[in-house]
């Protein structure tokens, strides 16, 4: 229990920087930038308070979620940093209209804090049990997080990449990316992140130990997020109306991977 409260406090004076950076630059969708960054500050916090011996699985999860959170913090940092702010904080503003500064905080910054918090669980939790089992039963669980871990690195780090150039050529202007990833999925960067969280929790429950097996609510609530709440909705929505993504959208899997339909 301590891993999990000494998070906690991390996470809670963690956002609440964020925030007060977000205030001075006016600009709520900082927050983004704070996401990936946060599952490093849990990861290196629980390898900091962890009073179980230091082992593969531990290791390994640090090590994934280094990789993982660096790339996007670097990624959105650098595109987001001096850019206005992102449509979805402006209409939350518009739609406070009062106490915006305190909605802000409670609402963007400590919500976001909690979610991390739960989705994170499996990092955390690996670091509050014995996980030095070995043998090939853990070793096969090693083997299959890991894979689902690289499979979802690739969709998410690829799909941005491509997207990212894809938007820097001026004569894609109001154009729909529709090849590489986003040929066979219209989200390869949200399918992408919840197979790398899928993959940490597989890695996470090789010591096969009971609590370990709670943190599934973690891939399972970034899952749900990305599917039905923040991600693929919002992106859907604001593209209803556009005739050439409504075309696309009829011939390719809105988020599993499947060839294109003819």
């Known amino acids: ?3 999990l409260l000494t998070n906690v406090i991390v996470l809670f004076a963690y956002f609440t920087i964020w925030f007060i950076i977000a205030q001075v630059k006016k600009n709520n969708g900082l927050a983004d930038i704070a996401w990936g960054l946060g599952f490093m500050v849990v990861a290196i916090a629980s390898l900091i308070a962890t009073k179980e011996a230091l082992t593969l699985p531990n290791l ?31 209409q939350m503003k518009e739609k406070w209209k009062t106490n915006i500064p305190l909605k802000s905080f409670l609402y963007v910054f400590m919500l976001q804090g909690v979610l991390l918090f739960i989705i994170s669980l499996p990092i955390q939790l690996v670091f509050m049990v014995d996980s030095s ?40 202007k109001g154009k729909i990316l529709q090849t590489g990833l986003w040929a066979y999925t219209r989200h390869p960067n949200y399918f992408g992140e919840t197979m790398m969280w899928w993959g940490i929790f597989v890695i996470s429950i090789a010591s096969l130990q009971p609590i370990a097996f709670f943190g599934i609510v973690g891939p399972g609530l970034i899952t749900y997020l990305l599917l039905f709440v ?3 909705p919002l992106l859907e929505k604001k593209y209803k109306d556009n005739e050439v993504f409504q075309a696309y959208a009829q011939k390719t899997s809105v988020f599993f991977p499947r060839p294109p339909k003819k």
């Not at 690289?150 to 938007?167: I, N, P, R, S, T």
Request: aromatic share 18%.
């Open 1 to 3: 229990m301590e891993i």
């Open 230 to 232: 923040s991600g693929v």
């Open 60 to 90: 390994m999860i640090t090590a994934l979620v280094l990789i993982w959170g660096s790339r996007l913090f670097f990624y959105l940092g650098l595109r987001n940093w001096n850019r206005p702010e992102d449509y979805r904080y402006v």
């Open 133 to 172: 089992l070995t043998g090939p039963i853990p070793t096969i669980i090693y083997v299959i997080g890991v894979l689902l871990w690289f499979v979802g690195f690739y969709f998410e780090a690829v799909g941005d990449k491509q997207l990212k150039d894809f938007k820097k050529n001026p004569e894609n």
